[in-house]
């Protein structure tokens, strides 16, 4: 996402409140947008529709369906998505752009197998007692929710930032309105309207791909050649997706959980504390692309454009120290504007889910899942900062550390009891950061020595 740091350095050189403000706003749509309008759209679905359709569980067999498909997608194309981001980026570099629509072609059609697969088989095996339009509408679902994220993930490293917010805010507009309007059908109408937007979301981003990258050939098995796959990016997508959602599926499958259409299960208690405290990232997360991709990133490029123009070493040892202090203070402001969302979420907290119509017995839950989506911010952090240095084993062992902390943590909690919840996916982020930390500021201090190394036998 380096690219959107000209974008933002732009609009602060005009040095003005509303300058500023503008910034924050464009950094946190960009980050946070495509995922906020995902679940506020969905949420958005179900309060028109909770006073209409009968009886009301079936909206929530509705966005348990939708969350499942979420996360199942975000898991199975997990693979796929970092691999496939650093194999185009290196295709643009050396600028074989005519390979750019092939190979995302091909990617496409190993993401729709994997999905459509698994799909398959769940289809007539754990859903084989639900209705055929629920199936079907499953299944393709899950295959468009699959290819949308490797169509995003391809458009941001293009940089084509505003195209995808405008994509996403016109595909789930269509899938409320949709939903709203064939809600008479229950669980598949529903469902159906969702379908029919990322089935339009995901034209719209195709069409700007196709528009874009014009090719003479239409497909290729480019991305998957021996050489050209990174083997470690692809466990990387996998460990993070499945660390994220590890603890969920956990909660949804203990005594905790709660059947609630076909094998789908969720956990109230756990669920809706979670959800709401993921809306509470968009500062972090605006604060995070606006100070590592603005400022890190002008010092890295000047640190490695002083030793590729044999610049001295004090020079080099300057530009060493800003991208250092660069990242330190992203990081810094990271942590403290998430530390301001978590103290208000203490003091109107409770207020907050009066409002919303929930007991303040979710209260405790709430706080600690506060506390550990913005550690998740601050974990995104660093590894993005790894990922500009190129050190992909450590975020690759940094991704497996989190997965494992977080599945045996939980387990821990859900031992200890319903006090004890949300503690795990907070502990493990709080793990996981601190080493990630540790080993920045370790890498940060070899990274002269490593890069010329690097230089010798390259």
């Known amino acids: 996402m380096a690219g959107i740091g000209f974008e933002l350095r732009r609009i602060l050189a005009r040095d003005t409140l509303g300058s500023t ?45 939708v969350t499942y498909l979420i996360a199942v997608s975000l898991i199975l194309s997990g693979c796929f998505q970092l691999a496939f981001t650093r194999f185009m980026s290196d295709r643009l570099f050396a600028r074989q752009d005519n390979l750019v629509l092939p190979c995302y072609n091909g990617v496409c059609l190993a993401v729709t197998l994997l999905c459509g697969g698994v799909g398959l088989v769940l289809t007539f095996t754990a859903f084989s007692g639900q209705s055929w339009a629920y199936r079907i509408l499953m299944l393709m679902g899950l295959v468009t929710l699959g290819n949308i994220w490797m169509a995003v993930i391809f458009l941001v490293s293009v940089k084509q930032y505003r195209s995808i917010l405008l994509i996403f805010a016109i595909g789930y507009g269509l899938a ?31 069409g700007l791909i196709w528009y ?25 997508g996998l460990f993070f997706n499945l660390g994220v959602w590890v603890d969920k599926f956990m909660f949804w ?56 123009d044999g610049g001295t070493l004090a020079e080099i040892d300057l530009m060493h120290g800003n991208m250092v202090r660069s990242a330190r203070e992203g990081l810094y402001e990271i942590l403290k504007i998430q530390a301001l969302v978590c103290l208000l979420i203490v003091a109107f907290g409770r207020p907050l889910l009066q409002v919303l119509g929930i007991s303040d017995l979710y209260m405790p839950l709430l706080q600690i899942d ?27 062992w940094l991704s497996a550390l989190f997965l494992v902390l977080n599945a045996g943590l939980t387990g821990l909690t859900l031992w200890l009891g ?10 493990a982020l709080l793990i996981v950061s601190v080493v990630a930390v540790y080993c920045l500021d370790r890498c940060f201090g070899r990274l002269q020595f490593r890069t010329y190394m690097m230089q010798q036998y390259g």
């Open 176 to 206: 409320v309105l949709c939903s709203v309007g064939l809600h008479r059908y229950g669980t598949e109408g529903l469902l159906g309207g969702v379908v029919i937007g990322h089935l339009a979301l995901l034209l719209g981003a195709n």
């Open 370 to 396: 506060v506390v550990a989506a913005g550690l998740q911010v601050l974990f995104l952090g660093v590894m993005n900062i790894f990922f500009y240095l190129d050190r992909r084993d450590i975020v690759l």
């Open 21 to 65: 403000i503008k910034a924050y706003f464009y950094a946190g749509m960009i980050s946070s947008g495509p995922f906020i309008l995902s679940i506020l759209g969905t949420l958005l679905i179900g309060l028109l529709t909770t006073s209409v359709v009968d009886p009301p569980a079936k909206v929530a067999q509705f966005q348990v369906s």
């Open 418 to 427: 319903p006090a004890y919840f949300g503690f795990g996916f907070a502990g």
């Open 253 to 308: 499958y203990s005594s905790a959980g709660q059947d609630v259409i076909g094998p789908l299960r969720a956990s109230l208690i756990y669920d809706i504390p979670i959800f709401l405290a993921y809306l509470s990232v968009i500062p972090g997360m605006a604060m995070f692309l606006l100070r590592i991709e603005a400022d890190f990133v002008e010092y890295y490029h000047a640190f490695y454009q002083a030793i590729l």
């Open 212 to 236: 874009n990258y014009p090719s003479d050939h239409y497909l290729s098995s480019g991305f998957f050649r021996r050489d050209a796959l990174y083997y470690s990016l692809v466990f990387v």
